[in-house]
T-cell receptor, first 113, second 114 residues
Framework: DAGVIQSPRHEVTEMGQEVTLRCKPI?????LFWYRQTMMRGLELLIY????????DSGMPEDRFSAKMPNASFSTLKIQPSEPRDSAVYFC???????????FGNGTRLTVT | AQSVTQLGSHVSVSEGALVLLRCNYS??????LFWYVQYPNQGLQLLLK??????LVKGINGFEAEFKKSETSFHLTKPSAHMSDAAEYFC????????????FGKGTRLSVIA
């Protein structure tokens, strides 16, 4: 398996623009997680899905953030409008169970100017 | 609140020296415990996991961790550090019977000095 695939690897955008991050989980993994990593706050869980259904989105910082999983092989995280404080590395991860080992993608480094 | 504490945001060791990265958790229920490693510009990779079998768990790259219930600790060790071990290390805990996501510590950056 190719592992968890995220795109793009780098995204630079201006404040106010819409940003869409993409993730393809490992086939057969029922759980998908979106994390944000910053120097100040470390690794934060934003939202996770089970069988394409959002289970807990309490980590989503505000209404500007939204995530979808239209099918078992694809998920998006959207920020609209983006702000400089959203600059971070965003990781997608998948697993068989919530407490199974997580398989992480290589992340998307987002810079909002 | 359930939490994971990694003592020391940065640890520096000499090449060949013992590596000790500390992790403590708050839980009254035996948890699932993990260590992950993150190399620059990459995602996290699983180093090892504890799932209530042997208390001493061996992982990849010569790392091991010991679960001590009385101390609520799961410290990561390696007898002899290599330059290639320089990375960020994260302790993660699943606090319930398995139905909740992992809680990660804030990470410890390991530097290895030649």
């Amino acid at each position: 398996d190719a592992g968890v695939i995220q795109s793009p690897r780098h995204e630079v955008t201006e404040m106010g623009q819409e940003v869409t991050l993409r993730c393809k989980p490992i086939s057969g993994h029922d759980y998908l997680f979106w994390y944000r990593q910053t120097m100040m706050r470390g690794l934060e869980l934003l939202i996770y899905f089970n069988n394409n259904v959002p289970i807990d989105d309490s980590g989503m910082p505000e209404d500007r953030f939204s995530a979808k999983m239209p099918n078992a092989s694809f998920s998006t995280l959207k920020i609209q409008p983006s702000e400089p404080r959203d600059s971070a590395v965003y990781f997608c991860a998948s697993s068989l169970q919530p407490n199974s080992p997580l398989h992480f993608g290589n992340g998307t480094r987002l810079t909002v100017t | 609140a359930q939490s994971v504490t990694q003592l020391g945001s940065h640890v520096s060791v000499s090449e060949g020296a013992l590596v000790l990265l500390r992790c403590n958790y708050s839980s009254s229920v035996p948890p699932y415990l993990f260590w992950y490693v993150q190399y620059p510009n990459q995602g996290l990779q699983l180093l090892l996991k504890y799932t209530s079998a042997a208390t001493l768990v061996k992982g990849i790259n010569g790392f091991e961790a010991e679960f001590k219930k009385s101390e609520t600790s799961f410290h990561l060790t390696k007898p002899s550090a290599h330059m290639s071990d320089a990375a960020e290390y994260f302790c993660a805990v699943s606090f319930s019977s398995g139905n909740t996501p992992l809680v990660f510590g804030k990470g410890t950056r390991l530097s290895v000095i030649a």
